[in-house]
């Protein structure tokens, strides 16, 4: 870390949390593609978003990632709209529960949004479906 050569404890609860949340590989592959240059930001969210929100304990994990991805919906965030329907197979959101929060994109934020967002869902789930075989065979 360029500031502090020894994380924070809102940063090591943060990756604790983010781990649990995206899964070791994907949190590996981040840290591990980190540069000085984006190290100051790889920090703040992992501090911020993962060690102050996504730590609390006012929200399961399976709420908070049906909000973030209505939110991100919403806000027309493709990628990371994704990158959270892959993590509720560690939050616990279920495919009806994201149906839910993709409804209320629609009511709230646009039917296009939610259109484009259900899209992304159908893809991403499909995508989980097509690897479930394989990861089986690997066992």
């Known amino acids: ?12 609860q943060g990756l604790v ?9 994907h949190v590996d592959r981040a840290l591990a593609n980190e540069t000085p ?10 501090e911020g978003a993962w060690g102050s929100v996504w730590s609390r ?3 399961s994990k399976r709420e908070r990632s049906m ?7 919403a806000l027309g965030h493709d990628e990371e709209v994704a990158m959270h329907i892959r993590a509720t197979a560690n939050t616990g959101a279920t495919r ?12 709230y934020a646009g ?22 075989p394989a990861a089986e065979e690997q066992k």
């Not at 870390?1 to 090591?12: G, T």
């Not at 009806?96 to 009511?107: K, N, S």
């Not at 869902?121 to 479906?129: F, H, N, P, S, V």
Request: aromatic share 8%; net charge negative.
């Open 37 to 46: 240059f984006d190290q100051p930001f790889q920090q703040l969210i992992t």
């Open 111 to 132: 039917v296009p949004a939610a259109n484009h967002a259900f899209k992304i869902a159908k893809a991403t789930y499909a995508e989980i479906d097509a690897a479930k």
């Open 96 to 107: 009806d529960d994201i149906c839910e929060a993709l409804m209320h994109v629609a009511i």
């Open 67 to 73: 909000v973030t991805i209505a939110l991100l919906a």
């Open 57 to 59: 304990e006012q929200w």
């Open 17 to 25: 949390t983010r781990r649990s949340v995206l899964g070791e590989a």
């Open 1 to 12: 870390m360029a500031e502090a050569s020894i994380p924070s404890e809102r940063y090591k």
